[in-house]
């Protein structure tokens, strides 16, 4: 049973453009959504984060929105670029979980020059 | 800040072998968390440890354990290992979380090759 989904497997976009990508999550209990980025052999890198007491949050490029009543979440990026090309995650933990993080599948992100 | 040391980065073993792995975590950093990543199954929580107690468990087989030190370094320990075990093991360390922000930051992992 996967709490956390990530449906598009892979995304192409190209520089200077929006990259917008999905995570859907099932379980009510989640609280706090994280997204990362990855490349491979490395390990996730931290993004952006956000609070389920809030509908959106930024930091330079990147602005994630949390739609609860449609367990859904979005990771933007304006404009994109090139070093952008990696692997998204987005994550979930629940309150009473400590620091424990349910990762979805992942989103291969594609910048074209 | 120095970030989180994972040692070693690879690692090749046979199996039934046991392998034993450490994680360094960000100074001032008390939770200790491990991860496997594959690719059939991503990335899956492992274990949390805190105040070198235990505090969360995944769905994972009793051959995989771990321990945390006074100082917060952990290591997890694989035994009697399988070919299913090839992995990328990731550690990742926070200040345990006891407030909304609170956030893992990763190290880079240790490639484990079991043949």
């Known amino acids: 049973d996967q709490q956390v989904k990530q449906n598009s497997p892979s995304l192409s976009v190209q520089e200077g453009r929006i990259s917008i990508l999905n995570c859907d999550y099932t379980?009510?209990?989640?609280?706090?959504f994280l997204w990362y980025k990855k490349y491979p052999a490395e390990g996730p890198t931290f993004l952006i984060s956000?609070?389920?007491?809030?509908d959106k949050n930024e930091d330079g490029r990147f602005t994630v929105f949390l739609n609860k009543s449609a367990k859904h979440l979005s990771l933007h990026i304006v404009p994109s670029q090139p070093g952008d090309s990696a692997v998204y995650f987005c994550?979930?933990?629940?309150?009473?979980?400590?620091?424990?993080?349910?990762f979805g599948g992942g989103t291969r992100l594609m910048v074209k020059p | 800040k120095a970030g989180v040391t994972q040692t070693p980065r690879y690692l090749i073993k046979t199996r039934g072998q046991q392998v034993t792995l450490s994680c360094s975590p960000i100074?001032?950093?008390?939770?200790v968390s491990w991860y496997q990543q594959t690719p059939g199954q991503g990335l899956q929580f492992l274990f949390e440890?805190?105040?070198?107690?235990?505090?969360n468990k995944g769905n994972f087989p009793g051959r995989f354990s771990g321990r945390q030190f006074s100082n917060s370094r952990s290591e997890m320990n694989v035994s009697t290992l399988e070919l299913g075990d090839s992995a990328l093991y990731l550690c990742?360390?926070?200040?345990?979380?006891?407030?909304?922000?609170?956030?893992?930051?990763f190290g880079p992992g240790t490639r484990l090759t079991v043949l």
């Open positions: 990742a360390s926070s200040v345990p979380r006891n407030s909304l922000t609170d956030t893992q930051y």
């Open positions: 379980n009510s209990m989640f609280d706090y």
């Open positions: 956000i609070s389920s007491i809030k």
């Open positions: 994550a979930a933990s629940e309150e009473n979980a400590g620091n424990m993080l349910t």
């Open positions: 100074s001032g950093h008390r939770s």
């Open positions: 440890y805190f105040s070198e107690t235990q505090r």
